[in-house]
């Protein structure tokens, strides 16, 4: 009956601005005309959504068009609306309040608006919401918790760049499964305080914000845990349960640098961490025959032994994963590190990935080995730019010569049981196959492959 796009299927009506070329005259025309027909054929409209143009004080017949629309699709089954604005300024676009008034509504999307006290200033009727998405909405924390106590079958609640909103209390929300935040211009600002302690949370996303874990929270139905760029308080998170966790993310947080930090995840299957400065953590005896960690550091200044040997801890309290190595960007690295610990003891890790100039890699690589195992060395870390011979020729004299310097100083404590048995080997894409070093020296190399003795 219709043609797209302005017909998606039965029930479901999808309407862009940006389909008549800032015509607005005739986008106000066809959506009504459309209405009309849907209305005369007594036709239910579950599906309603809207990409608008609203803004400046010259528009005066956008806003009760808009309002007409809502309340028409609000009397014909409304059950899924979204809302987006295109204008940029939106300092004047309240949402209308007939929104809030539509109680068959599950869900609401809503993109550049104004959601403040004229929106709400009638009864809320959002009882049967089961998510919220927020982007761009202005929106103040009285009005906020406002619309989440009159929502209490939310299970669903996504907050995106919202910048006046200062305080999240989900806490009411008992059906809340799945939380997304993000801040994306404010990373390590505590911008905006998250308390999300629900039991029945199945994933957390944050993005920016900060986030006081509770003594003893109990999160027995989460399976993930991401968190970038947010502001954490980690004093109670050792206290916190996470029976069923299994994907765990930190990336670039910052508030626990000098926390030691255990998780109770005994079903943890992936863990990632992404910062510019090593983690003391640790996590719960897992049940799972092999997990997977991950660990990239970034932006280093290395200039002690301490360095390798809290590097050395970290690896050593994820020796029962499957442990990927980045280290990326080493700065100011001191020549002739020497790491002396006697507690240290060389942990296997699957893959190390570097990226660091060929003039550090005698001092790095010397360190590293005294306080790691790598099976794999994989240059797909390099963004493409792959090994060059130089690196991989220098990388095997480190190791020639190390091997030497263990037989000729057989009481020496320096490098401990060390690369006696290794095999180096570099692979050939273009023929795909495994070549020794002398054999390589002419073609380019994806990846090098490290043989040690079990």
Request: net charge negative; with cysteine; aromatic share 6%.
């Given at each position: 009956l219709f043609e797209p796009p302005y017909f998606r299927n039965h029930g479901a009506l999808d309407f862009s601005i940006q389909a008549f070329e800032g015509n607005k005259q005739d986008f106000i025309t066809t959506v009504d005309n459309t209405l009309q027909r849907y209305l005369d054929q007594r036709l239910c409209i579950e599906e309603f959504s809207l990409r608008v143009s609203i803004g400046g004080d010259d528009d005066e017949e956008s806003m009760p068009a808009l309002e007409q629309w809502i309340r028409l699709v609000t009397n014909m089954g409304l059950k899924e609306l979204r809302l987006r604005n295109s204008t940029e300024d939106y300092k004047n676009n309240h949402l209308p309040s007939v929104v809030f008034e539509a109680e068959s509504l599950k869900y609401l999307d809503l993109d550049r608006f104004i959601v403040d006290q004229t929106t709400i200033r009638r009864i809320l009727l959002l009882k049967n919401l089961k998510s919220l998405d927020l982007q761009r909405v202005s929106i103040k924390d009285?009005?906020?918790?406002?619309?989440?106590?009159?929502?209490?079958?939310?299970?669903?609640?996504?907050?995106?760049?919202?910048?006046?909103?200062?305080?999240?209390?989900?806490?009411s929300l008992q059906n809340l499964k799945k939380f997304t935040f993000v801040n994306d211009n404010v990373p390590f600002v505590d911008d905006c305080r998250i308390k999300i302690h629900t039991p029945s949370l199945e994933v957390i996303n944050c993005t920016g914000g900060c986030i006081p874990f509770l003594r003893g929270a109990d999160f027995r139905n989460l399976t993930r845990l991401s968190l970038t760029g947010v502001v954490l308080r980690f004093d109670h998170l050792s206290t916190c349960k996470f029976p069923i966790l299994e994907i765990l993310i930190i990336f670039d947080c910052c508030g626990f640098e000098d926390i030691k930090l255990f998780i109770d995840a005994p079903k943890i299957n992936s863990f990632d961490y992404f910062g510019d400065f090593i983690p003391s953590i640790s996590f719960a005896t897992t049940s799972s025959s092999e997990w997977h960690s991950t660990i990239h550091l970034h932006s280093i200044d290395v200039f002690s032994s301490l360095?390798?040997?809290?590097?050395?801890?970290?690896?050593?309290?994820?020796?029962?994963?499957?442990?990927?190595?980045?280290?990326?960007?080493c700065y100011r690295i001191r020549e002739n590190i020497m790491v002396q610990d006697k507690n240290i003891k060389p942990v296997v890790v699957y893959s190390l990935g570097l990226r660091f100039d060929l003039s550090s890699i005698s001092s790095l690589m010397n360190a590293l080995f005294c306080v790691c195992r790598p099976r794999f060395i994989d240059d797909s870390f390099f963004c493409g730019s792959g090994w060059k011979m130089d690196h991989i020729k220098c990388l095997w004299n480190i190791l020639l010569m190390r091997r030497e310097f263990r037989r000729k100083n057989q009481l020496s404590q320096l490098w401990f049981r060390d690369l006696e048995e290794l095999r180096l080997e570099i692979h050939d894409k273009n023929k795909d196959e495994w070549l020794s070093p002398v054999a390589a020296v002419d073609r380019r190399s994806t990846a090098v492959d490290f043989f040690f003795p079990s």
């Open positions: 009285d009005i906020f918790e406002k619309i989440i106590l009159s929502s209490p079958m939310i299970e669903t609640l996504a907050v995106r760049n919202c910048r006046t909103l200062t305080t999240i209390d989900a806490m360095w390798f040997v809290n590097l050395n801890e970290l690896l050593k309290s994820l020796s029962q994963s499957i442990i990927s190595l980045n280290i990326d960007q």
